[in-house]
């Protein structure tokens, strides 16, 4: 069964700096997705960016982007100039087929 | 965009009955649903996937006779929580699969169901 894993509960950041959100999974699979989703108190589940895995660039959505390193099984994500609404839960997902999996999440403050 | 929509979007019931929650994609046809639970500051689980047509495929450890998933058409699943009691109080997430592209299509999360079982 796949896993993912987000070792930091919490995060936070200054405004206008950069955080970065760390990833690992689990898989035997060569042909997946992974995802960065965003929860802000709404509890919306906000579709950040994603990456599929068959392909070596890193995806960027503007101030997000990740850092896929698939033999080490690693998908950060990065973001930059970060600002007071970015602070959420940040949740990890893979997806192979029809089945996502969640990582733990991790809440990011935004500090002004 | 593909739209999800999910109602209600809160719901407070007497322990011992039963609360519907429904799920409908609202600009595409959704072969595959799946409902999720969070309970507060964690991660999402899934609970079931549901399938057009087709009995609920359910997670280990989720009682299907007290969560029963109906998915009638291809635009609403509906989650239903019999005899309902305090700790399945939670929050309950659905997501569509939007089909025709590909093997791992995008998933669509509806807004989420807050229920508080007294």
């Known amino acids: 069964a796949q896993t993912v894993t987000q070792s930091q509960p919490e995060m936070s950041v200054q405004e206008a700096e950069t955080v970065t959100l760390s990833c690992t999974y689990d898989?035997?699979?060569?042909?997946?997705?992974l995802f960065w989703y965003k929860q802000p108190p709404s509890r919306q589940m906000i579709l950040v960016i994603r990456?599929?895995?068959?392909?070596?660039q890193n995806a960027t959505e503007n101030r997000f982007s990740v850092n896929f390193q698939k033999a080490a099984k690693s998908f950060s994500l990065k973001i930059s100039d970060s600002q007071l609404g970015d602070a959420a839960m940040y949740f990890c997902?893979?997806?192979?087929?029809?089945?996502?999996?969640f990582g733990e999440g991790t809440q990011l403050t935004v500090n002004p | 965009g593909a739209v999800v929509s999910q109602h209600p979007s809160w719901v407070i019931c007497k322990s011992g009955t039963s609360v519907k929650i429904e799920c409908r994609s609202l600009?595409?046809?959704?072969?595959?649903m799946f409902w999720y639970r969070q309970f507060p500051k964690q991660s999402l689980m899934l609970m079931a996937t549901?399938?057009?047509?087709?009995?609920?495929?359910?997670e280990q450890g989720v009682e299907k006779d007290k969560f029963l998933i109906n998915h009638a058409s291809l635009t609403l699943s509906t989650l239903t929580v019999t005899s309902a009691h305090p700790e399945d109080s939670s929050f309950y997430i659905c997501?569509?699969?939007?089909?025709?592209?590909?093997?791992?299509?995008?998933?669509?999360f509806g807004n989420g169901t807050r229920l508080t079982v007294t």
């Open positions: 997501s569509a699969q939007q089909p025709g592209q590909g093997f791992n299509s995008p998933l669509h």
């Open positions: 898989t035997s699979e060569s042909d997946y997705y």
């Open positions: 990456q599929e895995a068959y392909k070596q």
């Open positions: 997902a893979y997806l192979s087929g029809s089945r996502l999996t």
């Open positions: 600009d595409f046809q959704a072969t595959t």
């Open positions: 549901s399938n057009e047509g087709s009995k609920a495929t359910y």
